[in-house]
């Protein structure tokens, strides 16, 4: 068994090229990952009002809260389908600038029933 020159040669095998790659996926994971926790839990904060809006009861403030998960869910299995055609990255990066884009718009609209429709739609 040959015995490790370095400590460096558990983490990096000779011939392996090493990338300041893993340094820029952390905080872009971590930033995807807020913008996502922020963008499905926003909506619990005008839970009330809207469903007084839309009158709607506790069946309908339930429904509110699981329709985005259960369309997350059905995209993710397109989505997962695309990245096996197209690539990972570049889907990560439509998926992300999508969802900035959607979050930006529906943050902007100054009226309530604006930001309700952007929602709904």
Not at 18 to 30: E, K, M
Not at 81 to 94: C, E, N
Request: proline share 6%.
């Amino acid at each position: 068994m040959p015995r490790l020159s370095r400590r460096a040669d558990l983490v990096d095998p000779p011939g392996t090229r090493v990338t300041d790659a893993g340094h820029t996926a952390l905080p872009i994971a971590c930033a995807a990952t807020f913008t996502i926790l922020v963008d499905y839990t926003a909506p619990m904060t005008t839970l009330p009002a809207t469903m007084v809006a839309l009158d709607g009861g506790s069946t309908g403030q339930v429904w509110a809260l699981n329709g985005m998960p259960l369309g997350l869910a059905g995209f993710l299995l397109v989505a997962g389908r695309l990245a096996d055609h197209y690539g990972r990255k570049r889907l990560y990066v439509i998926g992300m600038a999508t969802l900035v884009l959607a979050t930006v718009l529906r943050g902007s609209f100054v009226a309530e029933r604006s930001s309700m429709t952007s929602h709904c739609e």
